[in-house]
């Protein structure tokens, strides 16, 4: 399965970009990020069986071994694609929050996207070594 970041703004060549860069070099299965202007520009074509998750402040916080278990179940059911969208700014509206399959939540704090990218590649990073039984990660 594609785990592809869709991610609103350009990273550059900063901190934020190494550390992106980084954790999406660790993980095992395919891996693609997708930059988009601030506004405007398109979505790339959603993949048949995919499944849509957008990053935003009124979703779910899932723990990292409950996230490890969705990419997991997404994995088994056979979908092609996880499409992480981080948006600008303004988030994302009410449609493209009806629209999505999940709802996902750093915490309740808010976050500059650039470090949405980061924190959402070393999740990803973190539950592909779950499900990989990597010794790395530990529930407390």
């Known amino acids: 399965m594609l785990l592809h970041i869709v991610a609103r703004g350009k990273i550059g060549r900063g901190p934020e970009a190494e550390l992106v860069d980084r954790y999406l070099k660790r993980i095992a299965w395919p891996t693609k990020l997708t930059e988009l202007p601030e506004s405007g520009g398109r979505l790339p074509a959603p ?50 929050r009806a629209g999505a399959d999940l709802l996902l939540a750093f915490g309740k704090a808010t976050w500059p996207h650039l470090l949405v990218r980061a924190m959402l590649a070393e999740q990803l990073w973190r539950a592909t070594s779950i499900l990989a039984n990597h010794p790395y990660h530990r529930e407390g």
């Open 47 to 96: 993949v048949e069986s995919g499944v849509t998750v957008l990053l935003d402040e009124k979703g779910e916080q899932l723990g990292s071994l409950a996230f490890a278990q969705k990419l997991e179940r997404w994995r088994d059911d056979g979908r092609r694609e996880a499409r992480f969208l981080i948006g600008g700014a303004d988030g994302f509206d009410d449609e493209a």
